[in-house]
């Protein structure tokens, strides 16, 4: 089978989401978790297995390895095709987790799609119930969220409290406040995100901004079996400022307000300035109030600036119109004969 590596810069579908099938299409995108993955195959197995007995429903799992440094991607081709095809994507470098969603969408060949993450936190048994409220509930888009977030430290939580706040300032479709990119998405649904043309994507608000019927479950997630996070505090402020700047126009906004006020502040102090001399014969303030002034407003500035430039930025990756990722293999092992068939080598090469 021939590997399509990107999505048409046009928002057209690849060859392999074209008249998808019936059925439900598990993307999982992985960096560096070589030690994870196998027993979250065999999780994936047993929930194939399920699916496929309780409601006949045909299942795949995409693995995206997103340019790991381990064994991750050695370990992703050695993963048995049982009760469920096996399809094993491999980036050219390391996109980002947005770029390895895109990438699973685009190679996706069943009809409904989703998402789950590679570390084990996000549970298979619970993609039943996801199904469930999908086929018997008829909904298009069923999200998860964390049920609490006790045991995170305040500082984290109030980040995601003023990330959220500030997303959905405005926002004529709102992000739903911890949901995770654990998610399943009907055909139809994916469908309409797969049309979406930007690159900069941010999966948890095209998901919401979307539409249909959506559904949110609330869930504990699992801790890590092996290894360690590669999420720092530095790549979790990096994400959120991409997805700000993708998703939403608040940041513009809270800096067109934050001129609004140090020009109200200005004025006043004028007055009081002309209040002081006039009328009650004081001394007009001297170097200091002024240092501090141009301090101040000089700050604000560089602030407005820097916003601005990564709008710029954003809109300058648009216009080149880079592809969001390269596939260097594919390969894909079916449950009938679990027969592999050979690395395909992307276009690109």
């Given amino acids: 089978m021939a590997a399509d590596t990107i ?9 392999a989401t074209v008249g998808a099938q019936p059925g439900l299409s598990i993307v999982v995108p992985l960096h560096n978790e070589a030690s994870n993955l196998s027993a979250l195959h065999h999780r994936l197995i047993d929930c194939a297995r399920a699916l496929a007995r309780a409601r006949n429903l045909a299942t795949e799992v995409v693995y995206v390895d997103d340019g790991s440094s381990d064994a991750t991607l050695a370990a992703a081709r050695t993963l048995a095709a049982e009760g469920l095809d096996v399809q094993v994507i491999a980036l050219s470098r390391n996109f980002g987790k947005e770029a390895a969603l895109l990438a699973g969408l685009d190679h996706a060949r069943l009809g409904a799609v989703l998402f789950m993450d590679g570390d084990g936190q996000h549970p298979p048994a619970l993609v039943e119930k996801l199904v469930g409220h999908w086929l018997d509930d ?5 999200y998860t969220a964390k049920a609490h ?10 980040g995601v409290k003023v990330f959220y ?6 926002a004529r479709q709102k992000i739903p406040e911890d949901a995770s990119d654990f998610r399943l998405l009907s055909p139809r649904a994916a469908a309409a995100l797969r049309k979406l043309p ?3 994507r941010f999966f948890k608000g095209l998901a919401s901004w979307i539409g249909f019927r959506q559904l949110r479950v609330d869930y504990e997630p699992a801790a890590r079996a ?3 996070t590669t999420w720092s505090l530095y790549s979790l402020i990096g994400l959120s400022i991409e997805g700000l700047t993708s998703f939403s126009v608040a940041p513009l906004r809270l800096a067109s307000l934050l001129g609004l006020l140090l020009a109200a502040a200005a004025f006043v102090f004028g007055v009081q300035i002309l209040i002081e ?9 001297g170097y200091p109030s002024i240092v501090v002034g141009l301090m101040v407003l000089g700050g604000v500035q560089l602030i407005m600036i820097g916003i601005m430039g990564e709008y710029i930025g954003k809109i300058l990756s648009e216009i080149k119109g880079r592809p969001p990722y390269f596939v260097a293999e594919r390969t894909l092992k079916t449950a009938e004969t679990a027969a592999e068939q050979p690395p395909a080598r992307s276009a690109a090469e």
């Fill in 277 to 285: 001399t006039f009328i009650f014969g004081e001394s007009v303030p």
């Fill in 149 to 158: 977030r006790e045991r995170e430290p305040w500082l984290r939580r109030f």
């Fill in 226 to 228: 092996h290894g360690r």
């Fill in 165 to 170: 706040a500030l997303i959905n300032w405005g």
């Fill in 198 to 200: 930007e690159r900069n």
């Fill in 7 to 15: 999505g048409a810069a046009d928002g057209s579908l690849p060859r």
């Fill in 138 to 142: 008829g909904y298009d888009v069923v």
